[in-house]
């Protein structure tokens, strides 16, 4: 069964480095999407990607953050300087037909620990 | 604001029982609405979407309220594997999903 990849698993970084998370989408998806789930906290909305740009973004995406596509099966999150409260688990997820009808399969997620 | 409420539990019911949340949303202007399932430490998956006319897939049964809005997921005769956390889950009419706070379900032998 095709699935959405993630690497790293886990990554933990020094506060102010820069990060790029990875995920491989299932192939034949065109909608991409990073959310991200702090421990204990509920799923929050990150970005959305198609047609190579971003269609949506939360106001969490900030200039700190951001996406790339740069060959035909990798979709990448950046984040520039990172700060203690980007700890949480980072999930990619892609879909064939968008979300509003259609389902998003995630990835395992990337788990970011910022010290 | 748009947001998705539930209600954080933990449910915690004999296998065999039947069970059931709610959720209520905040936007009555909402697109379509989801049910999915996490595992500690997983990722979401999608368990059933929840349509106007409300639908079953085996022994889940979600059904949408859009006058009141609020969703609700029943499930019946439950399993072990069934013990998770449940997300119910609004798209408000764009790329993005607005996921609730999930709610604990355990299944007890």
């Known amino acids: 069964e095709p699935e959405v990849t993630q690497t790293p698993s886990h990554q933990v970084t020094q506060m102010g480095q820069e990060v790029i998370l990875r995920c491989v989408p299932i192939?034949?998806?065109?909608?991409f999407y990073w959310y991200r789930q702090i421990l204990g906290q509920k799923v929050e909305f990150l970005v959305s990607?198609?047609?190579?740009?971003?269609?949506?973004k939360s106001e969490i995406f900030d200039d700190q953050f951001s996406v790339e596509r740069p060959d035909g099966s990798n979709f990448t999150l950046k984040i520039r300087s990172t700060k203690l409260e980007d700890s949480a688990m980072y999930f990619c997820?892609?879909?064939?037909?968008?979300?509003?009808?259609?389902?998003?399969?995630f990835g395992e997620g990337s788990r970011l620990t910022v010290l | 604001r748009k947001e998705v409420e539930q209600d954080p539990g933990p449910f915690n019911v004999p296998e065999g029982a039947t069970v059931a949340f709610n959720c209520t949303y905040s936007?009555?202007?909402?697109?379509?609405f989801f049910w999915y399932r996490q595992d500690c430490r997983k990722e979401p998956k999608l368990l059933m979407s929840?349509?106007?006319s409300g639908n079953e897939d085996g022994r889940f049964t979600a059904q949408l309220n859009r006058a009141s809005q609020y969703i609700s997921l029943l499930i019946r005769d439950s399993k072990l594997s069934d013990s998770a956390t449940y997300l119910c889950?609004?798209?408000?009419?764009?790329?993005?999903?607005?996921f609730g706070t999930g709610t604990r379900l355990t299944i007890i032998p």
């Open positions: 997820a892609s879909s064939e037909i968008g979300s509003v009808t259609g389902e998003l399969f």
């Open positions: 192939s034949n998806h065109l909608y």
């Open positions: 990607f198609y047609n190579n740009e971003i269609s949506e």
């Open positions: 936007n009555s202007a909402s697109q379509s």
């Open positions: 929840v349509y106007s």
């Open positions: 889950v609004v798209n408000f009419g764009n790329e993005k999903l607005t």
